[in-house]
């Protein structure tokens, strides 16, 4: 929420919407076409050309048009073990990387070798695909060629421009999508995404030495929310109370994928998920979204640890066999809420400091801090921009 604009971007940096120059990095996969769309509603909402402001990496890997077709026919294969993919060519994009025949924007601009190794593509994945599915390299070709042409002023080495305004003393945010569980090696596999989602992504993604992310904040909500397939500790019906409130409630919207509009899953805050996320991450902070939608009910809960019927516990050690999730039941702690506040009401209290919030609000990030042995920086208190408090000064 930007000036009581919401915004739904799903390949853009969201600096752009701060106006601050922003780079899609390596690490991504893009998908120009949804890029240009993103562009062209930024502008027709806010009034601003922020592809001045762009900037993407020559190595960034490129979603092609049959990437999603494929995407929707291995969810069709997979039946009972698809992942709740968005369908929209992530995951067979990131294969045709590791299978060393990806498109990197760079390659748009040769045009002989482009053509090459769009047919390469084409006839690989005619194997597979339907015949009324049009993979013509031909038009495929056409369409990089337009909007290479559209966006080629954008190309950059942004390891090597990074890295030379960090020696400047400059500040870089580095922007994470997804989250620790859904991270192609430490998630809950196969139910998870096709990249590198923890921390040391950020170095990986971006070409800038990992000596630069001194500062590594984990952005969580107040509760657990999923879109897709894969086991959920203490899932709540979001049908009846109080998942109906916690998935529909919240200013502006509630729980609904950003790229699939699907509802999403609810359950309580999971502990154990959170102290094996700070593990591997090595946060030195955290951040905490939606606390406002809380206050919408009387009481909550957060899971502590898992126990099984043998009387195990697991506190910090995530499972990493599927069929391990289903030996343990998650143990809860209850909370009291606090109450549910206007937009003023909030920023009232934030003007006021931390001292004017709720005790029982206090009270939990206190608990959070010493369960998960690290420092919250920033509560979320609603969907705008204005509603973000900082406990600790961040821009130092």
Not at 101 to 126: A, P, V
Not at 163 to 182: C, D, I, M, P, Y
Not at 300 to 315: A, L, P, R, W
Request: with cysteine; hydrophobic share 35%.
């Amino acid at each position: 929420m930007v000036n009581d604009i919401k915004y739904a971007l799903h390949v853009l940096p969201s600096g752009l919407l701060s106006g601050r120059k922003s780079y899609i990095g390596n690490g991504m996969v893009l998908d120009l076409i949804q890029m240009e769309k993103e562009l062209e509603e930024i502008q027709k909402l806010s009034g601003e050309d922020v592809s001045k402001l762009l900037k993407i990496s020559d190595r960034v890997q490129l979603v092609l048009p049959l990437h999603s077709e494929l995407d929707i026919l291995h969810e069709e294969i997979k039946l009972g073990r698809a992942s709740g993919s968005t369908k929209k060519g992530v995951g067979p994009s990131y294969a045709d990387k590791i299978n060393r025949m990806g498109i990197r924007f760079t390659d748009l601009f040769d045009e002989e070798e482009l053509l090459s190794k769009i047919k390469l593509i084409t006839n690989y994945h005619s194997k597979i695909l339907p015949d009324n599915v049009d993979i013509s390299a031909e038009n495929i070709f056409q369409d990089l060629i337009r909007l290479r042409d559209k966006y080629q002023h954008l190309i950059c080495d942004s390891g090597a421009e990074l890295e030379e305004g960090l020696k400047k003393s400059e500040n870089v945010l580095f922007e994470g999508a997804q989250s620790t569980l859904l991270d192609i090696d430490h998630g809950i596999y196969p139910f998870n995404t096709s990249s590198t989602c923890i921390a040391a992504g950020a170095s990986l993604g971006s070409g800038v030495g990992i000596q630069y992310l001194n500062e590594r904040i984990g952005v969580i909500k107040a509760f657990t929310s999923r879109v897709g397939g894969g086991p959920l500790m203490a899932e709540l019906d979001y049908t009846i109370e109080p998942g109906k409130t916690l998935q529909a409630e919240g200013r502006f919207g509630g729980e609904f994928g950003t790229t699939s509009g699907r509802p999403r899953r609810m359950a309580w805050l999971d502990l154990v998920a959170l102290r094996y996320s700070c593990r591997v991450n090595g946060y030195t902070g955290l951040a905490i979204t939606k606390l406002d939608i809380l206050g919408y009910i009387d009481r909550f809960s957060v899971i502590e640890k898992y126990e099984n019927t043998k009387g195990d516990v697991i506190h910090s050690i995530f499972p990493a066999r599927l069929s391990s999730y289903d030996e343990y039941k998650p143990v809860l702690r209850d909370f009291t809420s606090w109450e549910k506040y206007s937009k003023e009401e909030w920023e009232e209290m934030m003007r006021n400091g931390y001292s004017s919030f709720p005790e029982k609000l206090k009270q939990f990030i206190t608990y959070l801090e010493e369960q998960l042995n690290t420092p919250i920086y920033l509560l979320g208190l609603g969907p705008e921009r204005e509603l973000t408090f900082e406990i600790k000064q961040l821009e130092w």
